[in-house]
């Protein structure tokens, strides 16, 4: 909205410039230069209307991703790849992850995998992330097909204005907090800034409160928010705009007799590069704070960081990261932690997304938190999902997001609007129930075969031992970290095109293999953890295999170790969750029977190398990866659950 009124002023301006492409592209590329992209998206169109050019055509191509005008970015890096892709290599990748915006997953896995094979031997950010979102394309049209039953409502104009709500907090007194990016005054088009308002609700409506100009200080755009518990502090982030660039920092106010104190900012050690979303945890017996953060030591881009403090929010113990269940080489924002489920809620753009910043929620303490789980559709769509929070009454929960309607193939660039869901008090459903767990239970059925892969002698290599204390998960973690290793060694002795393609199969294979199968594991664990919480009796049985580089005794052992790896972690799962089941000491009485079939080399199929001096092929190879791996190979339901 913004843009588009700062477009119409500058039009009768360069309209008197005439119809000249050159005049059209300084337009643009100054326009570009001050962050104002709608503008530049028009001159640089009108520019290519008159003359067709592939420079032009990627900075329109730039300028519309910038401002979220996804299917003109895609229209011209697609004119790009076929074009010029030579010039722009880039092209394939940002195709892909418009069509991504656009639920195009397809199409934008094709694009990913056409980059993925031009550079799979590099390391940086966007290789990476193609390889990622190959998967995440795939799983994402699943997750779109998968729409769960929950009505989501959204508010009406006094809320939801025509300009960008970004976060909504209602505290214990039914206040509604909102920042809202909107101009300083009604009638002006162009000087905008973020504030934070508050609303009750009366007379059947929304009614703003008095606009609070000591919390609003006319410096600072407040982006987000959090209260402690009896609402006498507040957190915010307060930013300010430097030649394009926001910088950020949290800043605390005390309520005294009921009025918001000169905000002070937090300390330095909080404080550190750009910071924002805070977010409180009270427990009983501490207090930490949850905040964004680019500082170093992370895992690229923003990060979640946690620090215990004290009621003045004042540090007294280090600032910790929330590790790489939750991080990622991406941006990951707005944490809230439900204290009374022990569940953290956030938005990133990583993991398996239906598009740009999702919300997922990972079970555990927050110093130890489990693999994150995408809350699906209709929570998530293909747009920007942030703020994810629960009323303090457990009525509601809201969050925005800039989607046109709760459809997954609606296109709404601009702006943020607050959404929110209703929770029901439970009512006892005896069919419901029943029917939910025979519809859990087919979901589980069609994860079978769930095939977990290792590298070559792994775990507890040169040993004959038949156990090993390592979990599946420390064994994927460190064969996944081996990827480039494996790239590099099985391609070697080529070049050219049969190089290119070397390194592709071993990526497709770690890709469409190695990884999609640990993600299956996880929701194999969390179908097993419901139908177990129901006191249904669940069997599984786990197969294992190795490749043909040993005798087969030592290889049956080997198979055995790895079983057990699965089985450590079927132990140690989100603190032990499984652990009563299999022990069949569950008071509700639900049981988790493991069925071991361990076995060697005699499974493995005719040609693959076992020739140890020919590492390329008997270790490195997807042949040989392929055989080194264990199998949930079946899954029994012995009753109905109760």
């Known amino acids: 909205m913004k ?32 962050s104002k992209y709608e503008a530049a998206v028009y001159y640089f169109s009108k520019a290519l209307e008159i003359e067709p050019n592939v420079s032009v055509a990627w900075l329109t191509a730039e300028a519309a991703r ?27 990748f940002w195709l892909g992850l418009m069509q991504k915006h656009l639920a195009k997953y397809q199409k934008a896995q094709i694009n990913f995998r056409r980059y993925v094979q031009k550079n799979a031997a590099k390391k ?37 204005t025509i300009f960008s709500e970004f976060q909504a907090n209602i505290d214990k007194d039914s206040l509604l907090w909102i920042t809202t990016y909107s101009p300083l005054k009604h009638e002006d088009s162009i000087n905008f800034t973020s504030k934070l308002l508050s609303y009750k609700f009366t007379e059947n409506h929304w009614q703003m409160l008095s606009y609070d100009t000591i919390i609003n200080s006319t410096q600072k755009l407040i982006s987000s928010f959090c209260f402690n518990k009896s609402n006498e502090i507040l957190i915010f982030s307060g930013c300010q705009k430097t030649n394009s660039q926001y910088n950020c920092k949290l800043y605390k106010s005390h309520k005294n007799q009921n ?23 009270e427990t009983d017996t501490a207090m930490y704070l949850i905040f964004s953060s680019d500082r170093k030591g992370g895992f690229g881009k923003l990060d979640l960081w946690a620090v215990k403090v004290n009621y003045n929010i004042e540090p007294i113990d280090s600032i910790f990261n929330l590790g790489k269940n939750i991080n990622s080489i991406d941006n990951e924002c707005c944490p809230f932690y439900d204290v009374q489920k022990k569940v953290l809620y956030y938005s990133s753009e990583w993991f398996i997304n239906l598009g740009g910043y999702d919300i997922f929620s990972s079970n555990g303490w927050i110093t130890h938190l489990y693999p994150s789980q995408n809350l699906g559709f209709p929570f998530n769509t293909n747009h920007d999902e942030v703020f994810f929070q629960i009323s303090p009454h457990r009525t509601r929960a809201l969050f925005a997001s800039n989607r046109g309607t709760h459809q997954l193939n609606s296109y709404e ?31 589980t059925e069609d994860l079978i075969p769930v095939t977990l892969y290792f590298h070559n002698d792994e775990p507890n290599p040169r040993t004959w031992d038949t156990t090993t204390q390592y979990t599946y998960t420390q064994l994927y973690e460190r064969y996944i970290q081996m990827r480039e290793e494996y790239i590099n060694v099985y391609s070697a002795s080529l070049k050219g095109e049969q190089k290119q393609l070397a390194e592709s199969k071993i990526d497709a294979f770690f890709t469409d293999e190695v990884e999609k199968n640990y993600i299956k594991l996880i929701q194999f664990f969390n179908y097993l953890k419901q139908l177990l919480a129901e006191g249904s009796t669940v069997s599984i049985t786990i197969k294992g295999y190795a490749s043909p580089l040993n005798n087969h005794a030592y290889n049956l052992n080997l198979s055995k170790r790895r079983v057990q790896s699965l089985v450590n972690l079927l132990y140690s799962y989100e603190d032990g969750v499984f652990t009563p089941y299999i022990e069949n000491k569950a008071t509700n009485g ?35 990866s392929r055989e080194r791996k264990i199998a949930v190979i079946a899954v029994k339901f012995e009753n109905q659950g109760k």
């Open 3 to 34: 843009n588009l009124i700062i477009l119409i002023s500058f039009f009768t301006f360069y309209t008197a410039l005439g119809q000249s492409s050159k005049s059209f592209v300084k337009a643009g590329k100054k326009s570009f230069k001050q």
């Open 66 to 92: 910038y401002n979220k005008d996804y299917e003109i970015a895609e229209k011209w890096y697609q004119y790009i790849a076929e074009n010029a892709i030579d010039k722009y290599p880039l092209a394939y």
């Open 590 to 624: 639900g049981r988790l029977i493991i069925i071991r079939e361990a076995f060697g080399e005699n499974m493995v199929k005719e040609g693959v190398s076992d020739d140890l001096r020919d590492v390329r092929n008997s270790v490195y190879s997807p042949e040989a």
């Open 413 to 443: 660039k601009c702006c943020n609007n607050i959404y929110y869901l209703e929770f029901e008090k439970p009512q006892p459903d005896t069919i419901k129930k029943k029917e939910e767990i025979v519809e859990i239970k087919r979901k």
């Open 124 to 160: 940086d950010y966007y290789t990476l992330k193609a390889r990622h979102e190959i998967l995440s394309c795939e799983q994402a049209l699943l997750l779109s097909f998968e729409k769960k039953d929950v009505p989501i409502f959204t508010f009406d104009s006094t809320i939801n």
């Open 259 to 281: 009025k918001w104190q000169p905000p002070i900012e937090l300390a330095p050690s909080i404080n550190v590069g750009y910071t924002t979303h805070p977010h409180l945890i």
